[in-house]
Nanobody, 111 residues
Framework: VQLVESGGGLVQPGGSLRLSCAASGFPFSTSAMSWYRQSPGKERELVATLTHTGDSRNYADSVKGRFTISRDNAKNTVYLQMNSLKPEDTAVYYC?????WGQGTQVTVSS
């Protein structure tokens, strides 16, 4: 199993980023996928989950209305569109399937 995140970076408050996670080694098109994040000194937090069909999504209250999880089963890729970013969104963001995790991508929101 491989999960490779990309798209993180430094962005100003109010800005946007789109994270991508390229998946391989498991039946992606029949698997629910999730994004988590972890800030220094805090526990890892579930950000968003998407069913394998893409027809059901769940979000942490802290990101509802600002973040959107989506997927492209033809590309074995899951995305996290992050809008109206806030400094408190600063964290390492991880893609996850079952017990597997990617290496994470750093998102820093700062002016």
């Amino acid at each position: 199993v491989q999960l490779v995140e990309s798209g993180g970076g430094l962005v100003q408050p109010g800005g946007s980023l789109r994270l991508s996670c390229a998946a391989s080694g498991f039946p992606f098109s029949t698997s629910a996928m999730s994004w988590y994040r972890q800030s220094p000194g805090k526990e890892r937090e579930l950000v968003a989950t998407l069913t394998h069909t893409g027809d059901s999504r769940n979000y942490a209250d802290s990101v509802k209305g600002r973040f959107t999880i989506s997927r492209d089963n033809a590309k074995n890729t899951v995305y996290l569109q992050m809008n109206s970013l806030k400094p408190e969104d600063t964290a390492v963001y991880y893609c996850s399937w079952a017990v597997w995790w990617g290496q994470g991508t750093q998102v820093t929101v700062s002016s």
